[in-house]
């Protein structure tokens, strides 16, 4: 078994920044890839980014490439979500979650997942 908690959700303007948290226990932490996802009200959970379990590699999808940043701290059993520049379009629940293996963008490869922090970005 592995829980996972997300903190750092918020209410931030359009432009500013937050830093999301994802703490895990109960099961070996450095030997899986981790991922953030996303769920907007009325939509599907969609992928956000991925990282490989030493840190090494990172994928993020298209619509937050050059402003969000994966991080991991093994030390810590800790992934992070650097969110800058954040946009409207980037309000939703924001789940962590750790995958079967190796990195992947799809929710059926992660096993594992968060209960989920709000993020709402207003005009």
């Known amino acids: 078994q592995v829980q996972l908690v997300e903190s750092g959700g918020g209410l931030v303007q359009a432009g500013g920044s937050l830093r999301l948290s994802c703490a895990a226990s109960?099961?070996?932490?450095?030997?899986?890839?981790m991922g953030w996802f996303r769920q907007a009200p009325g939509k599907e959970r969609e992928f956000v980014a991925t990282i490989s379990w030493n840190g090494s590699t990172t994928r993020y999808v298209d619509s937050v490439k050059g402003r969000f940043t994966i991080s991991r701290d093994n030390a810590k059993n800790t992934v992070y979500l650097q969110m800058n520049s954040l946009k409207p379009e980037d309000t939703a629940v924001y789940y962590c979650?750790?995958?079967?293996?190796?990195?992947?963008?799809?929710?059926?490869?992660?096993?594992?997942w968060g209960q989920g922090t709000q993020v709402t970005v207003s005009e």
């Open positions: 109960g099961r070996t932490f450095s030997i899986n890839a």
């Open positions: 979650a750790t995958s079967r293996g190796v990195m992947a963008t799809t929710p059926q490869r992660y096993d594992y």
